[in-house]
């Protein structure tokens, strides 16, 4: 979407869906539910992660704006019913390069066989 009113629109939709309105270009993940009623959702998340890794390795800044409380407003806007908008990317150069935050180690956090059975002591 490079329409800036439409982006404007987009950005609209709830609080934290701020970063459409400035950035240059969004992106609506859009999905048909008829093409894969079992796993759509999953299909059309993975598809969005793969959108935004390729936009990092240009260099590029994306946001992930969640959209699925808001289907309704935002078909109205596109013009895409039928659809569901799995996600709204907001996608620009950075403004700025932030540190990276601190990570929990592996250790903390990957399991095996069991949830709470730690793969790495």
Not at 31 to 39: A, G, V, W
Not at 68 to 84: A, H, Q, T
Request: charged fraction near 25%.
């Amino acid at each position: 979407v490079r329409d800036e009113e439409v982006r404007r629109k987009l950005a609209s939709i709830h609080r934290y869906a701020y970063p459409l309105q400035r950035a240059p270009v969004a992106i609506a993940v859009l999905c048909n539910p008829e093409l894969s009623p079992d796993s759509y959702l999953v299909d059309c998340a993975n598809a969005t992660i793969y959108l935004m890794l390729a936009a990092h390795a240009l260099g590029l800044g994306t946001v992930w704006i969640q959209s699925l409380r808001n289907v309704k407003e935002i078909n109205e806007i596109l013009g895409s019913e039928g659809r569901i908008p799995v996600a709204l990317i907001a996608l620009g150069w950075p403004a700025e390069k932030p540190e990276a935050r601190p990570r929990r180690e592996l250790k903390e956090i990957v399991y095996i066989n069991r949830y709470g059975e730690r793969l790495i002591k």
